[in-house]
């Protein structure tokens, strides 16, 4: 996805209406069924969005990073949270009522604006996630979503000439796979030398390839 939306003067602003916390790996912010009162905004790190299926496997609906919103259920209202969410690896975030946030958004247009924009990214996301959910098999969702995490090249992200800074559990955790079945597939691309893997990280070598993974499989 895009880069940050917010401004500094934005985040400052969610900075002083909120609370700066941070989440250690595999902790859970919360969980389905949860009184949705916050909205999260990521700093750093990454958050895995999952629903448990009545088979007892999870689904990851969605996983989001530095920049994005999540958690917009406490929009409404008196809901309940309808997904868990957990964090991935080491997480800062700022959490916020939305009636500290309302005031602004009377004396700045943007901040209201940029909120609808986050909004309108994660429905779009999410959309394509449950599209490749229903379309992909393990090799196209790894395909897609390595493709997705390294556009466009980030310093910040750690993206920056193809490289992706996940571990085998790392993708395992996002895409709710086995770790041995993200391995497999991993081992597999690295033959057809469309990557490179090193500690911590993997090297995409031939983007085309892997395109031609996901493209396949959505036209066939």
Known sequence: MAGRVFTQ???????????VFKVQPGHFIYM?????????????GRVR?????????????????????F????????GVRPAS?????????ISFRIGDILPYFRTRGELALHFLQLCSNTMDHLT????????????????????DEIE?????????????PYTHEDLSISLGLNRSTVTMVLKEFEE??????????????????LQEVVERQKGG
């Open 128 to 147: 394509a996630r449950m599209e490749e959910q229903c379309l992909l098999d393990r090799y196209g969702k790894v395909a897609s979503y390595i493709l």
């Open 152 to 164: 466009p090249d980030s310093v910040e992200k750690g993206t920056a000439g193809g490289v992706l």
């Open 9 to 19: 003067e934005e985040e400052k602003i969610l900075r002083d209406t909120g609370i």
């Open 85 to 93: 969410v957990q964090a991935v690896n080491k997480v800062t975030l």
């Open 49 to 69: 969005i999952f629903q448990n299926l009545p088979s007892g496997r999870e689904m990851t609906l969605d996983v989001a990073e530095a920049g994005r919103i």
């Open 71 to 78: 958690g917009e259920s406490a929009f409404m209202g008196n």
């Open 32 to 44: 389905k069924g949860d009184l949705a009162d916050k909205v999260y905004y990521i700093l750093k």
């Open 192 to 209: 057809k030398g469309w990557l490179e893997k090193g500690y911590g990280y993997l090297r995409i070598l031939n983007r085309r390839g």
